[in-house]
């Protein structure tokens, strides 16, 4: 259902000339909405700012749907940045409203939340960054897999007798390169690993959920607790490697 109402909104944004930057740019918005809600310390503030940030999470979709009519580096780096951004923007908010219920610990929790997060996201991006290519310099580098379909990979025409598009018959995407999903869905070793992997998305659903249920204290707790489950598991299993972010 969710699936559908993203792709609906893709098509609308797409025929109003909306492009993928601009809803990144949304979510940066709706982001920084959300951690004023969350600066009020109260159950309200709670409700709108885990609202917003569901809806931060629905621009993330939209715009996986949407057409990438501009993919250079330039535009990589900006998004990748925006949602940097707006996930310090949620946590200054949380702190905020820590402090001002009184939590003399507030600051020492989201910095605590912040190295957790920075240690996570560097050994992970250590990990996956490509080895160095053997040889001397006049040596090819590896060849890469045809089937894969990521920034400009050709993607190779299907079988005779094969129904469907080609894209239908090419291998999972760079975001999601443990194994394939199971029909209709993802399988059940791909969906825990992408849950240990502990990315953004489940990161703010944590933050959603530990902020109406408890407080920002816990949020916290919870963010530095799914950090270093996410950085155990990259150093006891490297291959579990899905939806990073």
Same mark, same amino acid.
């Given at each position: 259902m969710a699936g559908t109402v993203a792709r609906a909104t893709a098509r609308m944004l797409g025929?109003?000339?909306?492009?993928?930057?601009?809803?990144?740019?949304?979510?940066?918005?709706?982001?920084v909405a959300a951690a004023v809600w969350f600066s009020r310390a109260d159950l309200v503030g709670a409700l709108a700012g885990s609202a917003l940030?569901?809806?931060?999470?629905?621009?993330?979709?939209?715009?996986s749907r949407m057409r990438a009519n501009r993919r250079d580096?330039?535009?990589v780096w900006t998004a990748s940045i925006a949602a940097q951004l707006r996930e310090y923007a949620v946590y200054v908010g949380l702190a905020f409203g820590a402090a001002a219920a009184g939590f003399t610990s507030a600051w020492g929790w989201a910095a605590g939340a912040l190295i957790a997060l920075a240690l996570r996201?560097?050994?992970? &991006? =250590?990990?996956?960054?490509?080895?160095a290519a053997s040889g001397g310099s006049g040596a090819k580098p590896p060849a890469l897999p045809a089937q894969r379909r990521a920034e400009g990979f050709r993607v190779p025409p299907p079988r005779p007798g094969s129904t469907g598009s080609a894209a239908a018959t090419a291998a999972p995407s760079l975001a999601s390169p443990v194994a394939p999903e199971a029909d209709g869905g993802l399988s059940p070793v791909l969906l825990a690993r992408r849950v240990m992997v502990f990315g953004q998305p489940i990161r703010f659903l944590v933050i959603?959920?530990?902020? &109406? =249920?408890v407080d920002a204290r816990i949020a916290?707790?919870?963010?530095?607790?799914?950090?270093a489950v996410a950085i155990t598991g990259e150093l006891v299993d490297p291959s579990s490697r899905g939806g990073r972010r």
């Open positions: 025929r109003r000339h909306v492009t993928r930057s601009g809803v990144t740019r949304i979510s940066v918005l709706l982001a940030l569901g809806l931060v999470l629905f621009c993330d979709a939209v715009r580096a330039l535009t996201d560097a050994l992970l &991006v =250590a990990r996956s960054a490509p080895a959603a959920v530990a902020t &109406v =249920a916290f707790l919870s963010l530095i607790v799914g950090c």
